[in-house]
């Protein structure tokens, strides 16, 4: 049991810190993060169930409750009256872009700490069938794909509860390229340290 624990103790962490802003959330009536508190608590439930299988890396665990925090922070926390999501962390491309603000680097940042979680799924089922380049790109493409899933979910914020904060064109394409330099950095890092490979 007390295994258990220490094995998922940054899963654990993660359940604590979807509690707290859940009712930060309620109390201050953000209903567009309150909606991603429903989808990650169902996503930590799944995350806690398949480590029983997978036995997901330490990296993996600890780095989702960083981003969690960090993501929930992102849409709470304001400087200067601009949600830390939409700050601009460094200048290096204007208008229409924007390019390099809080909410790309999450979105590297998650899909980095992803690519451990599916390298972790997919290496058992190819590891022995495919070469290491093969197994990159596999799990790149499912990071890009669970990606894509996350827009559509950001979208669904934008239709039913008439949320603004998610962005206009650019900002969700922008999403997706960040998504995929997070993918092929942490895969690429999952493939290096993977003394089995």
């Known amino acids: ?8 103790s940054g899963l654990y962490f993660s359940c604590l810190v979807l509690l707290i802003f859940t009712i930060v959330f309620l109390f201050n009536g953000n209903y567009e993060f309150l909606s991603y ?7 930590i439930y799944v995350l806690i169930k398949m480590d029983k299988k997978f036995y997901f890396s330490q990296i993996a665990k600890w780095g989702f409750s960083v981003w969690l925090l960090l993501h929930f922070l992102g849409g709470s926390v304001r ?4 949600k830390l999501y939409d700050s601009i962390l460094i200048d290096l491309v204007g ?9 790309q680097f999450m979105h590297f940042f998650c899909y ?18 495919v070469n290491k380049w093969a197994l990159f790109l596999i799990a790149v493409l499912v990071g890009e794909g669970v990606g894509g899933i996350n827009e559509v979910i950001e979208l669904s914020t934008v239709v039913f509860l008439h ?15 960040f998504n995929l330099i997070g993918a092929m950095v942490g895969t690429w890092i999952a493939i290096k340290t993977d003394r089995k490979l």
């Open 112 to 129: 980095l700490v992803f690519a451990f979680f599916i390298y972790s799924i997919v290496t058992p089922y190819l590891k022995n069938k």
């Open 163 to 177: 949320s603004t904060g998610v962005g206009n064109y650019f900002n969700n394409a922008l999403d997706l390229v």
């Open 1 to 8: 049991m007390k295994n258990n624990i220490k094995r998922l």
């Open 79 to 82: 400087i200067e009256s601009v």
């Open 37 to 43: 508190t429903f989808t990650i608590g169902i996503l």
């Open 95 to 103: 208008d229409p872009l924007y390019i390099f603000r809080y909410d």
